[in-house]
């Protein structure tokens, strides 16, 4: 079974699906996040907050977490944690 990370708010997305978790703050990443508003393929769980993460998934959406990327990427990694033990 997939595991799930809570990135906020009550959102939740699965773990094995993520390719990249990055900051908002670089020109690239503004231009990637505004490019799949238009589209329609990004995803706002921000809860009408400031975004401080957005996660790359594997199906080119974007979703927009205000957790830092440093807090979800240490769920993600306990989840990890949490499969290898017996």
Same mark, same amino acid.
């Given at each position: 079974?997939?595991?799930? *990370?809570? *990135? ?9 699906? *993520? ?68």
């Amino acid at each position: 079974m997939n595991k799930l *990370i809570h *990135i906020g708010f009550g959102n939740i997305v699965n773990a094995g699906k *993520i390719i990249a978790i990055v900051s908002p703050d670089s020109a690239p990443v503004k231009r990637l996040v505004q490019r799949a508003r238009e589209a329609g393929t990004a995803i706002d769980a921000t809860q009408g907050r400031k975004t401080k993460a957005v996660l790359v998934m594997e199906n080119s959406q974007l979703v927009l977490s205000a957790l830092l990327p440093e807090t979800i990427a240490q769920r993600a990694q306990a989840e990890s944690r949490d499969d290898n033990e017996p």
